[in-house]
């Protein structure tokens, strides 16, 4: 068994503004997002210039999807108690799913503003994504967040405010699976031109199952608990349409052309 690190949720206190590190680590999403976006941007004819319009785009997505899809998926309830809990973003309370859906409304935005096909463009964002994901569940380990269940497992560890029961620290096993694993498997499948949507339908697929498997080993929301057979979970119900879906994407991407970077076309 494990020490639990625990780690003030407050990273910087100046007077009475609190910088928060769930807060900091989408600073590191966006950020590392922004530089590697950067290293393809030609590849799709965008400029370097044109990825930080792109970023802009992609965090209001992020953070007004994200905290509205957890609002309707998770804490409605707690809204209506409550109405500012709203916009307590710094108390942690994103939902991925609902992120999703507002960066895909940011990206056809930004594809109709740019003249790219949606695809394309998503394609060229997909491996970009995991940066973020694995840092914001980095942010919910320190913010005492999403907890596992009971294990015997010697990396397992006690929770504050959970008991002394050891518990899977889940939120670092999906930081690996759906941050780090995810990113390198999208990075280097990517560096290689492929059909249009296909990038994006392995996304899918890949945080589909990964978030599906942690599911076993996560404590559900105390609030909702198990949706049915006393196993499945709201996240495991939310991520099977991600999975159907990256599946239909890919097999529908075996369709179409392979979108060759704009100098290689002009070369040919």
Not at 6 to 25: C, F, R, S, T
Not at 98 to 124: E, P, S
Not at 186 to 201: C, D, E, H, Y
């Amino acid at each position: 068994m494990l020490t639990y690190p625990n780690i003030d949720p407050v990273a910087i206190q100046l007077g009475p503004l609190a910088v928060h590190w769930y807060g900091l680590m989408y600073v590191v999403g966006f950020v590392g997002a922004w530089w590697l976006g950067r290293v393809r941007a030609a590849r799709i004819g965008l400029t370097k210039e044109d990825v930080g319009d792109l970023l802009f785009y992609g965090a209001l997505g992020v953070v007004v999807g994200g905290r509205l899809g957890y609002v309707l998926f998770y804490g409605l309830d707690r809204l209506l108690a409550n109405p500012l809990w709203l916009f307590q973003v710094w108390d942690g309370g994103m939902s991925f799913h609902g992120g999703l859906i507002g960066v895909l409304l940011a990206a056809w935005l930004f594809a109709r503003k740019h003249k790219l096909a949606f695809f394309q463009l998503t394609d060229f964002v997909a491996p970009l994504v995991p940066i973020g994901l694995g840092a914001g569940r980095i942010g919910n380990f320190i913010n005492h967040e999403l907890p596992g269940r009971v294990s015997d497992l010697p990396w397992a560890m006690p929770f504050p405010g959970m008991g002394p029961e050891p518990r899977h620290p889940s939120s670092l096993y999906e930081a690996l699976l759906e941050g780090a694993l995810l990113f390198m498997i999208l990075w280097v499948v990517s560096a290689t031109p492929r059909a249009r949507g296909m990038i994006s339908g392995l996304f899918l697929v890949l945080y589909g199952v990964f978030r599906f498997g942690v599911e076993f080993v996560r404590l559900p929301d105390a609030h909702i608990g198990f949706i049915a057979f006393g196993w499945v979970t709201m996240g495991m119900l939310l991520t099977l349409p991600m999975i159907a879906g990256g599946v239909a994407l890919i097999l529908w991407s075996r369709r179409q052309s392979v979108d060759f970077p704009p100098a290689t076309k002009a070369a040919k």
